[in-house]
């Protein structure tokens, strides 16, 4: 790491993103003071051919940590980028953001002031571009009010490695989608004892591009799969949140889409239902959490 490096590494799980992930990656190298390290965790089988060159380039030069993983799974990504990050402190972040030249300073500023906390960054989603946000409104992540929090967003986050790995990681049993594999880490660093604070000057711009990532699943509101639903659940299995786990499958199909389109209502109650079974049998296996050995053999 040379002095004008952040101390810290950045690791961005990505999944079928192409020109956007490059351009996130010069974004961040562009930086003031660019990060000590960029791991990209890439679970994509194949990339673009402009895209696979311009990736084996970064790598060659020293500019990003290339990893290809042969599996597509947020959290076991996020565990890699655990497992093989060079730095104390590891910032994750969405493939398809444009951060703001404070976001790596503010991180670090904030692990700085407060000992073993995750620091969550303020996420500016399309929609919210141009608008104004005062300070005293109720938090969401877009939010101008620094504040102690109860959850995070994966996609502009940091932690010390060696407290995530002390608490397993991430639980790799959130497939697909993954969706609410936050909330669950988050309740076990809370159960902890430690805190999550939201630092609103760590910003990125999510450029929430239509392919690639998550929305290579297919639509929350149409389709019949489980692939959105079992996080949820297996979320509130794993918290004992019952009383979201009844609000999710009475909300799923009673939304402004399903009162305006009812025909899709029973494919979205067939894909509540699977997504509710696939949950409790991952429920029954228990938690997959990175191995004492796993941390071990990466030391």
């Known amino acids: 790491m040379t002095n004008n490096q952040a101390a810290l590494t950045v690791a961005i799980p990505t999944y079928r993103r192409e020109q956007v992930l490059i351009d996130t990656l010069q974004y961040l190298l562009a930086l003031p003071a660019p990060p000590a390290e960029i791991l990209v965790l890439d679970q994509t089988e194949q990339h673009e051919a402009a895209t696979d060159k311009q990736l084996a380039d970064l790598h060659a030069n020293g500019s990003i940590r290339w990893v290809r993983l042969a599996e597509p799974s947020i959290p076991k990504a996020m565990n890699q980028g655990l497992l093989l990050a060079t730095q104390e402190l590891v910032l994750f972040l969405d493939d398809d953001i444009r951060p703001v030249p404070a976001l790596l300073s503010e991180h670090l500023a904030r692990h700085a002031e407060y000992p073993d906390v995750l620091v969550v960054g303020r996420v500016i989603q399309p929609w919210h571009e141009g608008k104004e946000f005062p300070a005293e409104e109720p938090f ?160």
């Not at 991430?170 to 594999?181: G, K, L, P, S, T």
């Not at 880490?185 to 630092?199: C, D, K």
């Open 140 to 299: 969401h992540f877009a939010c101008t009010k620094a504040q102690w929090v109860q959850e995070f967003m994966g996609g502009n986050f940091s932690v010390r490695r060696a407290s995530a790995l002390a608490l397993g990681g991430f639980d790799e049993n959130f497939v697909r989608v993954a969706y609410r594999f936050e909330a669950e880490f988050a309740y076990r660093f809370r159960q902890s004892g430690r805190r999550i604070f939201f630092e609103p000057l760590a910003c990125i711009h999510h450029l929430k591009v239509a392919a690639g990532g998550t929305r290579a699943y297919g639509k929350l509101l149409t389709t019949t799969k489980p692939d959105h639903a079992v996080g949820v659940y297996y979320h509130c299995l794993r918290t004992g949140s019952v009383g979201e786990f009844v609000w999710r499958f009475m909300r799923a199909a009673t939304t402004r889409h399903h009162l305006r389109h009812p025909w899709h209502i029973p494919g979205t109650l067939v894909g509540e239902l699977r997504g509710m079974l696939w949950a409790f049998s991952l429920w029954r296996q228990g938690p997959r959490y990175v191995s004492p050995a796993q941390v071990a053999e990466k030391a």
